[in-house]
């Protein structure tokens, strides 16, 4: 399974970004995945996350209201619009695939993408 993250850029404060994550594989439609961050000197951490179906849908505090995930079963594509950006949301973002565990802990994740930097000007 290989996942490729696309989408970020350089953005001023208060913009959007959409930032997709394109899977490979025949049974995306299985998968829970999940998107997380990780700014320089910092772990990695969680950002949403959301089940095979698209049914159950979390967030880390810090992005409620502004972020939204969302997955294309047919385009074996997960998506996390992002809006209302500041610069402490200034990282690179990953996706990837839930293997098992808490929802919010990196390691419960494999298959990581490349990442995608995102970083909001002041």
């Known amino acids: 399974v290989q996942l490729q993250a696309s989408g970020g850029g350089l953005v001023q404060a208060g913009g959007s970004l959409r930032l997709s994550c394109a899977t490979s594989?025949?049974?995306?439609?299985?998968?829970?995945m999940g998107w997380f961050r990780q700014a320089p000197g910092k772990e990695r951490e969680f950002v949403a996350a959301i089940t095979r179906s698209g049914t159950i849908i979390a967030y880390t505090d810090s992005v409620k209201g502004r972020f939204t995930i969302s997955k294309d079963n047919v385009k074996n594509t997960v998506y996390l619009q992002m809006n209302s950006l500041k610069p402490e949301d200034t990282a690179v973002y990953y996706c990837?695939?839930?293997?098992?565990?808490?929802?919010?802990?990196?390691?419960?994740?494999?298959?990581w993408g490349q990442g995608t930097q995102v970083t909001v000007s002041s």
């Open positions: 594989g025949r049974t995306f439609s299985s998968y829970d």
């Open positions: 990837g695939i839930l293997r098992g565990g808490a929802r919010n802990q990196a390691g419960s994740y494999s298959y």
